[in-house]
């Protein structure tokens, strides 16, 4: 089995995948990144995350890494290194084919999700795209017809824009973060609905705004747009512009290019 870890600002994400006869996700888990969290610490929440999907440690036989913060990364390997004996591939790192290419100013430069959300689409048979990935920030990415990642556009993500909103402005409340699927509750009538309000249907609204924005140009104007990220299913019902969601996007692109990596 292969063991998938997508290492993100906010969460990290490890999935087990079997790929005997076909690719088939075993189990998930998301934890909360902490820069500061040891190999040692990791362990045993692993283990028991394993324990509770009943799997052991020895059965999994190849890691793919891809991790756009450095201090976890650091952290994640360390426990790799001393608790599974096994060499990871890392996205990003050395001798590791990507199978696409990266069409941007410095190739470098492009986060490692953003790489395998790209690599995924085209996998799936799902490219041309517009894929938008809702975590800490909010990123469409142009993916090309041949998998090629071709620069895309970063903006807030909604959880940060609602902590900074609290954060900033002394007399307003911290609010949770809900869908909205009536169109009457636009207007807010007290402060907590309007910033509801001003949340949500703003990103619904700069969504919508920046994929009509992109599709205008005839080049991308067929692309189908995919929605990934822990967030993706809040704004399900608020937005036509999205073709299909797809949560596991960036797991199973780890897999696919574990795959193409290693032979099996």
């Given at each position: 089995?292969i063991?998938v870890?997508?290492c993100?600002n906010?969460n990290t994400?490890?999935?087990?995948?079997s790929?005997s006869?076909?690719?088939?996700q075993?189990?998930?888990?998301r934890?909360?990144?902490?820069?500061?969290?040891t190999?040692?610490?990791?362990?045993?929440?692993l283990?028991?995350?394993?324990d509770?999907?009943?799997?052991?440690?020895?059965?999994?036989?190849?890691?793919?890494?891809?991790?756009?913060?450095?201090e976890?990364?650091?952290?994640?390997k360390s426990?790799?290194?001393?608790y599974?004996k096994i060499?990871?591939?890392v996205?990003?790192?050395e001798g590791?084919?990507?199978?696409l290419?990266v069409?941007?100013d410095?190739p470098?430069?492009?986060?490692a999700?953003?790489?395998?959300?790209s690599?995924a689409t085209?996998k799936?048979?799902l490219?041309?795209?517009?894929?938008?990935?809702f975590?800490?920030a909010?990123?469409?990415d142009l993916v090309g017809?041949d998998?090629?990642?071709?620069?895309?556009?970063?903006?807030?993500?909604?959880?940060?824009?609602?902590?900074?909103?609290?954060m900033?402005?002394?007399s307003?409340p911290?609010v949770s973060l809900?869908?909205l699927?009536d169109?009457s509750?636009?207007?807010?009538?007290?402060t907590?609905?309007?910033?509801?309000?001003?949340?949500?249907?703003g990103?619904?609204s700069?969504i919508?705004g920046?994929?009509?924005?992109?599709?205008s140009n005839?080049?991308?104007?067929d692309?189908?747009?995919?929605?990934?990220?822990?967030?993706?299913?809040?704004?399900?019902k608020s937005l036509?512009?999205?073709?299909?969601?797809r949560?596991?996007?960036?797991l199973?692109?780890?897999?696919?290019?574990y795959?193409?990596n290693k032979?099996?």
């Open positions: 089995m063991l870890i997508d993100g906010t994400v490890f999935a087990l995948y790929y006869k076909k690719i088939e075993c189990g998930c888990w934890i909360n990144n902490d820069t500061k969290r190999a040692d610490m990791y362990y045993p929440w283990l028991q995350m394993l509770l999907s009943n799997f052991k440690i020895k059965d999994i036989t190849g890691i793919c890494i891809a991790s756009v913060v450095p976890s990364l650091f952290n994640i426990l790799i290194r001393k599974f060499s990871p591939l996205v990003g790192e590791m084919d990507l199978g290419k069409n941007i410095n470098k430069e492009a986060g999700d953003r790489i395998v959300n690599y085209e799936l048979g490219s041309p795209a517009i894929v938008i990935d975590g800490t909010t990123t469409f017809e998998g090629s990642y071709n620069g895309g556009i970063i903006a807030p993500g909604i959880n940060l824009s609602l902590e900074s909103l609290y900033a402005a002394a307003l911290r809900k869908a699927t169109r509750s636009i207007i807010g009538k007290n907590i609905n309007a910033m509801e309000s001003g949340i949500f249907w990103y619904v700069m919508e920046l994929i009509q924005k992109i599709k005839d080049d991308y104007s692309y189908k747009v995919i929605a990934t990220g822990g967030l993706s299913h809040l704004f399900k036509s512009c999205v073709d299909l969601i949560d596991d996007l960036t199973i692109g780890l897999v696919y290019l795959l193409k032979s099996v």
